[in-house]
C-alpha cells in the first residue's frame, strides 16, 4: 500500500525558515503533478504550491516569493522551501501525488507553526 510521509514542519519564529519533504513509500506508476497544500484550525484546505513532471510550478498568491516547490522524480519525493515565514502561515501541510488517471495519494500531514 502506497504511503506519503511529510517531514521537516516544527516551531520556527516569523521570519525563519523550514523545508518540508514528503516521500512516497511504495510504488507509484506514472505520477504526475505533486502538491502541497495546508490547512489551518478551523478553516478549509488551502492548495499552496504545485510541480509538473516537466517542472512547471505554480504557486498561491499568498506565499509567492516567499515558498519554493522542487520535486526529485528519480526519488518520488517532493519538497517545499518555506522562507520568511509569518504566523498566519501555522498549519498543518499536506503533500499529494496525483496520478495521470488524476488519482490523488495523500499524506497524514505535519505540523508548522510560526510563533515568537
Known amino acids: 500500500q502506497v504511503q506519503l510521509v511529510e517531514s521537516g514542519g516544527g516551531l520556527v519564529q516569523p521570519g525563519g525558515s523550514l523545508r518540508l519533504s514528503c516521500a512516497a513509500s511504495g510504488s507509484i506508476s506514472s505520477i504526475n503533478t505533486m502538491a502541497w497544500y495546508r490547512q489551518a484550525p478551523g478553516k478549509q484546505r488551502e492548495w499552496v504550491a504545485s510541480?509538473?513532471?516537466?517542472?512547471?510550478?505554480n504557486y498561491a498568491d499568498s506565499v509567492k516569493g516567499r515558498f519554493t516547490i522542487s520535486r526529485d522524480n528519480a526519488k518520488n519525493m517532493v519538497y517545499l522551501q518555506m522562507n520568511s515565514l509569518k504566523p498566519e502561515d501555522t498549519a498543518v501541510y499536506y503533500c499529494?501525488?496525483?496520478?495521470?488517471?488524476?488519482?490523488?495519494?495523500r499524506g497524514q500531514g505535519t505540523q508548522v507553526t510560526v510563533s515568537s
Open positions: 499529494s501525488f496525483y496520478t495521470l488517471s488524476e488519482y490523488e495519494y
Open positions: 510541480i509538473t513532471t516537466g517542472g512547471r510550478t
